[in-house]
């Protein structure tokens, strides 16, 4: 792929931005609420974070990934999927230099980082173009070949790409050409999850109360796949799933009856899960494990709360967090502490937890485990992402097409 190809975007003060201006029509009193907290967070922006980049997409998306890897020039790539509708889709890999300074302002009436003495801004290239059909529910890449791109369609199938044969920007002969089509699911779904022990394994979850494991690998002549097995307990739609990180075998389930499921593939009655709990009075949204534990895992539901479980005792969480005003849509343990969690919400916020805080008190409506909450986005937050490589930097995506990169001040 020729370099010079890229298109390249510079999130600057002559760049395309995220327009910040107070003069925007609000439509409903929750959301001006939430524009009193944005301008109070604008107003405190300078003393929250080392890194701030806010870029507007040219469509909206409700995923967002990290991929892995990282030169010495701290460039890394970025998985984003679009969901438009009647529309051509696409999985583009975005590839970010980020430019970092010891000291920065921030302008406060554009909202951008510069130096004292010049700007500092990021460099954005579109570096891979993947056409899809159908929106872009969920994208994963592969822990054992990072090459390997898994989608979770709108049409119900998943689809797997190699991205080293796609081009950096779309051509007016360009196909929709996956290297796997993966059919079974009678409805479409958001749940996607490699399995980081065995090659190969994909788990996917569907609104049809299902959950399928596909083999990859085994059958990797043929262009379209059926799943190897499906688990069905759920009596709603399967939400989300997420491996074990210590045991291959062991999965996790969360769906809209509430449920919170611990499956062991080894067992041969797909249809029971190893362990179960009520988890929520509402659908559980999202689940992650920690991945520094064997023990314990995160929970999000549309009951606006996080809840952290212990395995050795599902009779009740450890800590239920409450900070959330709305659905709580993604959660994720951060990759460099086994305590720190992060959360993304229909509230437009992004919270930042720290467990070895937690004391199951609230005080002034916040629990004693919340550190920071990122409050820069004025639409719902779909998707959030930690970077494995560069501590405390979070991707996160809202429903208005705004990518924001954000690194926060620690001490």
């Not at 009647?86 to 583009?92: D, K, L, M, S």
């Not at 980081?196 to 990797?220: F, K, M």
């Not at 494995?388 to 208005?400: K, M, T």
Request: hydrophobic share 35%; aromatic share 10%; proline share 4%.
């Amino acid at each position: 792929m020729d370099e010079n190809d890229q298109e390249i975007i510079e999130i600057g003060p002559d760049s395309s931005v995220h327009n910040f201006s107070d003069d925007q029509t609000v439509s409903s009193d929750e959301f001006k609420i939430n524009e009193e907290d944005y301008l109070t967070w604008r107003k405190n922006a300078r003393l929250l974070y080392n890194k701030f980049i806010c870029h507007e997409l040219p469509d909206p998306s409700i995923c967002v990934q990290w991929l892995p890897e990282m030169n010495d020039e701290r460039t890394y790539r970025l998985l984003i999927g679009t969901i438009l509708e009647n529309e051509e889709n696409a999985i583009y890999i975005l590839k970010i230099k980020l430019r970092d300074y010891p000291e920065y302002v921030i302008n406060e009436d554009e909202l951008q980082l510069q130096t004292e003495n010049e700007e500092m801004y990021a460099e954005m290239h579109s570096q891979v173009t993947i056409l899809h059909k159908s929106q872009v529910n969920r994208i994963r890449y592969c822990p054992h070949k990072q090459f390997i791109i898994a989608s979770q369609a709108s049409d119900g199938n998943i689809y797997l790409f190699d991205y080293r044969n796609h081009p950096s920007k779309r051509g007016p002969f360009d196909k929709f050409e996956p290297l796997v089509t993966m059919e079974g699911q009678k409805q479409e779904g958001i749940g996607l999850a490699w399995n980081p022990h065995e090659a190969g394994i994909l788990l996917s979850s569907s609104r049809d109360c299902c959950i399928y494991e596909w083999n990859v690998i085994s059958d990797n002549d043929h262009q379209t796949l059926n799943p190897t097995r499906i688990f069905s307990s759920h009596s709603a739609g399967v939400e989300d799933i997420d491996w074990h990180a210590f045991t291959s075998a062991v999965f996790c389930s969360v769906g809209c009856d509430g449920n919170l499921f611990i499956w062991d593939n080894r067992n041969s009655e797909n249809s029971r899960p190893a362990l179960s709990v009520c988890a929520h009075k509402q659908d559980v949204n999202c689940v992650s494990f920690n991945p520094f534990s064997e023990y314990l895992l995160a929970t999000g539901s549309s009951d606006k709360t996080v809840a952290i479980w212990d395995l050795r005792n599902l009779n009740e969480s450890l800590s239920t967090l409450l900070d959330h005003t709305g659905e709580v849509n993604e959660v994720r343990w951060a990759p460099q502490s086994e305590f720190i969690i992060a959360s993304c919400s229909e509230d437009c916020t992004v919270n930042v937890y720290d467990m070895s805080h937690s004391a199951s008190l609230i005080e002034n409506n916040c629990s004693s485990e919340l550190i920071f909450s990122h409050r820069g986005h004025r639409n719902p937050v779909q998707s959030l992402c930690w970077n494995a490589n560069e501590p405390w930097l979070v991707a996160s995506i809202s429903n208005d097409a705004v990518l924001h990169l954000w690194k926060i001040v620690t001490f």
